[in-house]
């Protein structure tokens, strides 16, 4: 069974940091790309950002360029998403991704996290 489980969220004032942990398992951590997305109340889900497989690649939100950074370790199972400068507009709920794309048959494999809960308030 495939899980992927979320902490680090939490209450941080504006200008704070937080760092996001999502714990693997149930599957080849090393063959998947890893995502962060989030979720604000009213909206839809949008892509923070993306680390794929080997590691080598990153892909960053606009909103989010030169304050967030991802991560993964690829011994614990586990990707980071180190979120510094912190604003309001960051409050959301903050969901792990794991996504591969098998070449043939061509199927992909999407598994999520439950979420975890970013507040940015004063």
């Known amino acids: 069974q495939v899980q992927l489980v979320e902490s680090g969220g939490g209450l941080v004032q504006p200008g704070g940091s937080l760092r996001l942990s999502c714990a693997v398992s149930?599957?080849?951590?090393?063959?998947?790309?890893m995502s962060w997305y989030r979720q604000a109340s009213g909206k839809e889900r949008e892509l923070v950002a993306t680390?794929?497989?080997?590691?080598?690649?990153?892909t960053y939100a606009d909103s989010v360029k030169g304050r967030f950074t991802i991560s993964r370790d690829n011994a614990k199972n586990t990707v980071y998403l180190q979120m510094n400068s912190l604003n309001p507009e960051d409050t959301a709920v903050y969901y792990c991704?794991?996504?591969?794309?098998?070449?043939?048959?061509?199927?992909?494999?999407?598994?999520w996290g439950q979420g975890t809960q970013v507040t940015v308030s004063s």
């Open positions: 149930g599957l080849t951590f090393s063959i998947y790309a």
């Open positions: 991704n794991a996504r591969r794309t098998n070449t043939f048959p061509r199927k992909t494999y999407d598994y």
């Open positions: 680390l794929t497989a080997t590691g080598l690649a990153t």
